[in-house]
């Protein structure tokens, strides 16, 4: 068969077909008495395996090895591949991901590309104050995509710079809101954490929604984030939360201040009163949670927590007893 007719046979050029041949991968059977170059099936099916191993990434250096080869073993070789290959796919990734974010902040021109690009790349710089500045100034100009600020504010271990991206997502709006609840089923406890601290500090009925649905959240430290930013805005979903975090001695300081803001409102006053003297009652007896819940009652108005101090006040526990007669009389003075 002549060259002309096996390239349109396997596809490969004519060109190409010279060039294995002067690399040695294949060579003609025969000439013709013209001088034309004659492949035999065999040679055919050589080419053809040329192309399936060059198809697996090999080089045609690779390739003869493969084929001439007697000792030559695959394993490493397809090891190595498997690597680059992997290698290649996270860079077309994140080229993909960082034209997906210049997109969607919808550039006016090409200045406004670079600004997102040095923005993006400051984000990811080493330098944890380049990072702060870059979340800072996001938004001036240009805006920052909100997908770079999620997946920034998530990976941020940095107390500063982590605080200026939350402020800088907060800013964005309800853009990145759905972004950070997935985090908040992440496998790693500190991107959980990072998650529930950002939605709390958006101010918008979607992430207080999203702070409730938090409350169910299997991690107890996403669900004290949530109780307490619930709190903060009144929400008395957060009360039994906040009142298993005085038990369990999780930030039990803050949620008791939280609970006593929330009692500012008459109609929740007697409810977290009640929640707190049931846990009493029916909760450990172990002396220091009950002082603990002694203390929660504090600042609750009501008869209901009168009613508790005062029987507390006579309690086994003698600080739980001391806590409760001075609150008892507190309450009293005033």
Known sequence: MLIGDVARLSGVSARMLRHYESLGLVRPTGRTD?????????DIRRIFHIE?????????????????????TPSDLVDDLIRQTRERIAAETELLTRLRRIGAAEPAGWEDVLRIVALLQALGSKSAGTRQRAALSSGEEVPVPVEALVEAALSESDPNVAGALRWAL????DGGLALLAEGLGSPEAEVRKRAV??????????????????????DIVVRGYAALALGARGVADAVPTLIDMVVEETNDVDAADALSALASRPALADQIATGLVDRLAHGTAEAPVRRRLTQALAD???ITTSRALAELSHDEDRAVALTAAYLLDMRTAR
């Open 170 to 173: 907060a800013r964005s709006g």
């Open 300 to 302: 609750i108005p009501g």
């Open 34 to 42: 013209s001088g034309y170059r004659e492949y035999s099936s065999e």
């Open 52 to 72: 399936s191993l060059r198809s697996l990434g090999l080089s045609l250096r690779d390739v003869g090895r493969a084929l001439d080869d007697p000792g030559f």
């Open 197 to 218: 601290q950002s939605i709390a500090e958006i101010p918008s009925g979607e992430a207080t929604a999203r702070l409730r649905d938090a409350l169910a959240n299997p």
